[in-house]
């Protein structure tokens, strides 16, 4: 397909072509970014409908579809709980905002749950249509997928076997599309990199405290993504490096186009063919893991309100930021995985709590290079734990 050198080479002509800032390649850039996502979000969502299903449908029982289904489910929380935990650990010691964290204030908190309770309602559509032809309704997807698969377990032998067949030929001519999509990798990263540059260069801020708040979140990432899931991997007696170079490409699609779902093609294809994971585990696990496995996005989450809410003398005591861990990783599950899902979630949170959400505007330049960092860390992880699933479950 390529290599990493020439991944490397098409950065470093999109740092070039960025710091340049002629117009006419700035609109090449953006051309060609636009019509590389469109094409990768073409197929994410039928990817990661039909892996499943046709993964699903394959198993010879609902017991097999359970076995790893709770083995996804269980590391993911585990990880997710983890990257919060890191994340409010980190906001204590770094305090960006220069507040007393045992201060009492009332907070709402129960119009928060109550608001973010009434989002999971959406995950059951009306119709199948709108299901569908919504991009942020992953977990939706997922439901649906997971909930005809396993109706398709208990059908009669033939009809089960018929359904597969169909399933897995879709999946595949999917596949297919998404090999073809990966030959213009190079020049869909040389075109992401033009424009982060070019976003780059054209801002600036210079206060305190929103430096502290992106130090705390790249530490937070940083943490997750070289201690935390390394030492995972050794627990369960594999090598962080072998499998940090065998997913580098996924990792490097997933940095630049910031979005897990995006990523996912390639995600699948390293996996399988640099990591040798079983097409059973890599079909069931990544998808799912694309759509529920947010590490990075509980620590955004977690970070970024915590930080609003102080710089705008809103105080949240010790327990009640325990709390904030919780909700944050179910947030981060219940997350979309598209570009600044998280940023719009968060967003989403501070406004029901009538919390000033001004500030966010300074944060939104710098956004890009968080959110480019966290859909990495993310990936990361759904690496970490797709292989660690596939070591347990195959013999």
């Known amino acids: 397909m390529y290599s990493a050198s020439l991944i490397l080479l098409a950065g470093i002509l999109g740092l070039i072509s960025g710091l340049t800032n002629i117009p006419y390649i700035l609109e090449i850039a953006q051309g060609v970014s636009k019509i590389f996502v469109n094409f990768l979000s073409l197929i994410s969502i039928p990817l990661i409908f039909l892996s499943i299903v046709s993964t699903i449908s394959g198993m010879s029982s609902v017991t097999e579809m359970k076995t790893l289904g709770k083995k996804v489910l269980k590391y993911t929380i585990l990880t997710t709980l983890i ?5 409010l650990l980190l906001y204590i010691i770094i305090n960006p905002v220069g507040i007393n964290i045992a201060s009492n204030l009332d907070t709402g908190q129960t119009g928060t749950l109550g608001s973010y309770l009434s989002y999971f309602t959406t995950i059951i559509p009306s119709n199948i249509v709108e299901l569908f032809s919504s991009n942020y309704n992953i977990p939706g997807i997922v439901f649906f997928a997971i909930l005809l698969s396993i109706s398709t377990l208990h059908l009669p032998e033939n009809n089960k076997k018929t359904l ?23 020049i869909g990263i040389w075109a992401f990199m033009t424009i982060f540059i070019k976003e780059l260069n054209t801002e600036s801020y210079n206060i305190t405290g929103l430096v502290l708040y992106v130090v705390t979140i790249v ?27 065998g997913m580098f490409e996924a990792l490097t699609i997933a940095f630049f ?23 059973r585990v ?26 609003v809410s102080g710089s705008n003398g809103l105080v949240f005591s010790l327990p009640q930021m325990i709390c904030w861990v919780f909700i944050a990783t179910a947030a981060a599950i219940g997350n979309a995985s598209v570009p600044m899902g998280c940023y719009f979630i968060s967003s989403a949170f501070l406004a029901s709590m009538n919390v000033p959400i001004y500030i966010l505007g300074a944060i939104l330049p710098i956004y890009t290079l968080l959110d480019m960092l966290e ?15 596939h070591k347990e479950v195959e013999i």
């Open 83 to 87: 990257a919060s935990t890191t994340a």
């Open 164 to 186: 597969h067949n169909l399933f897995s030929s879709l999946f595949a001519a999917i596949l297919k599309i998404a090999h073809l999509i990966l030959k213009i990798l190079p």
């Open 219 to 245: 530490s937070a990432n940083i943490i997750q993504g070289f201690i935390v899931l390394p030492i995972l991997l050794k627990i369960k007696g594999v090598s962080p490096i072998q499998t940090f170079k």
């Open 257 to 279: 186009s910031r979005s897990s779902s995006t990523a996912l093609p390639i995600t699948m294809r390293c996996a399988k063919e640099n990591l040798n994971i079983s097409d």
């Open 282 to 307: 890599t079909s069931f696990s990544l998808p799912l893991c694309s759509t529920i496995n947010m590490n990075a996005c509980a620590a955004f989450i977690l970070i970024t309100i915590l930080f």
């Open 375 to 389: 859909t990495a860390i993310n990936v990361w992880s759904d690496s970490c734990i797709t292989t660690i699933v």
